[in-house]
């Protein structure tokens, strides 16, 4: 499916011919309920119906938290976020034309970031190869699975060498359905990234006083609220299997830190990271509107206090009709948003969303660890 330069920036990508192939997915009107049914339907459903005359592995089947946390949530939220984050990528993409931040030298190099990056989405062997490396991560994991590790409906009742034909297709489709569509998401990230990286490299027409602090980049930072569902659909991954682990093997409190720990931090620098590309940039902004702006401030502070705190000139004007306090005031404050700007075009908002999104999958995981009540107590605690 080629993308028609039309269409938004970042739509298609891995797994949409794939999609299109198997007839899930209409070129021109993608209809994610139908998509999501048909993945669930050949991820999930398939391994209820080959337990379902065995009761011991339908017990196991039914009792295991991460097969269903991963075909039942996080592969269909994977798929669901790719109608909320597309169209704001691309909206953000367009903005640095839109808000004037490519300067006309540049407008040839922009267009050129954006046809290699459509281009780079919607390959053919970009395509092929998240398909491939499912594949082949989806059968090492179960080749480097120990055996009795195993939860019982994937284990043939003739041996415990062999796989049920359960475990076969968790292995052959389940899986690879699913590392299709993270590894899919891993490639629009860094395409994102690599978008970025190029916008870097222009020479973007940046104010050290504007408002947002951030010399105009400020709005990049939308891309966290954007990249929020993906992010936890990857952690409802983490967290089935940590919480089917606690089930199994009763509650670990260090395990238990250390995966919220690795999941906070990858996902950080999975999707908050391609952000500090503009840090050189605004440092170097920085560096030029303190000692601008700085000075600007003192020439006029200086005039200010000549003019208003010299005794005689005091006397003879009235502080009320003049409108230089009103003035010098607001030139203070442009001046302040100079020395306050950031290095890094983020918000402290936009950056809770996405970890209170990256952590939530994790909170009953943590009920499992402590108690309701006794989680209750020590917030009551804190807000008494």
Same mark, same amino acid.
């Given at each position: 499916m080629a993308v028609h330069s039309a269409a938004p920036l970042f739509a298609g990508g891995p797994p949409s011919k794939l999609e299109v192939w198997l007839r899930m997915r209409k070129p /021109?009107?993608? @209809? +994610?309920? =139908?998509? $999501? #049914? !048909?993945a669930g339907t050949a991820a999930w459903l398939p391994l209820l119906l080959l337990v379902a005359f065995d009761a011991e592995a339908l017990r196991s089947f039914l009792g295991d938290i991460a097969v269903h946390a =991963? +075909? #039942? $949530? /996080? !592969?269909?939220? !994977?798929? #669901? /976020?790719? @109608? $909320?984050?597309?169209?704001? !990528?691309s909206s953000l993409a367009r903005h640095f034309t839109k808000a004037g931040l490519v300067i006309d030298a540049d407008r040839t190099k922009f267009e050129a970031a954006t046809e290699t990056t459509r281009r780079a989405l919607d390959s053919p062997v970009a395509e092929a190869g998240v398909i491939l490396l499912a594949y082949v991560a989806a059968i090492g994991i179960n080749r480097l699975a120990a055996v009795d590790m195993l939860p019982r409906w994937q284990i043939s009742a003739n041996g415990l060498a062999d796989r049920s034909p359960a475990g076969l297709w968790h292995v052959l489709i389940s899986m690879p359905v699913l590392l299709i569509f993270v590894f899919g998401w891993f490639w629009r990230v860094l395409l994102w990234a690599r978008f970025l990286r190029l916008m870097s490299r222009l020479d973007l027409r940046l104010l050290a006083s504007h408002p947002d602090r951030c010399g105009g980049l400020r709005f990049v930072s939308q891309s966290l609220r954007a990249f929020s569902i993906p992010a936890a659909g990857l952690s409802v991954i983490m967290a089935g299997g940590l919480m089917d682990r606690m089930l199994r093997e009763g509650p670990a409190p260090l395990t238990f830190a250390y995966v919220v720990f690795g999941t906070a931090l990858v996902m950080l620098l999975l999707f908050a990271s391609p952000l500090l590309v503009f840090s050189g940039k605004l440092l170097s902004l920085w560096h030029k509107g303190v000692l601008e702006y700085g000075a600007l401030a003192n020439r006029v502070g200086r005039d200010f206090e000549r003019a208003w705190l010299d005794e005689g000139e005091a006397k003879a004007k009235d502080p009320l009709d003049s409108q230089a306090f009103s003035a010098t005031t607001d030139l203070y404050q442009v001046v302040a948003n100079v020395y306050e700007m950031r290095i890094a075009p983020m918000d402290v908002p936009g950056l809770l969303l996405f970890a209170g999104a990256a952590l939530l999958p994790f909170v009953p995981a943590l009920l499992l660890l402590v108690p309701v009540n006794v989680l209750l107590e020590k917030v009551m605690s804190v807000l008494l």
């Open positions: /021109a009107h993608p @209809s +994610y309920t =139908r998509e $999501i #049914l !048909l =991963r +075909y #039942l $949530i /996080a !592969l269909p939220m !994977l798929m #669901l /976020a790719e @109608s $909320i984050c597309v169209p704001r !990528l």
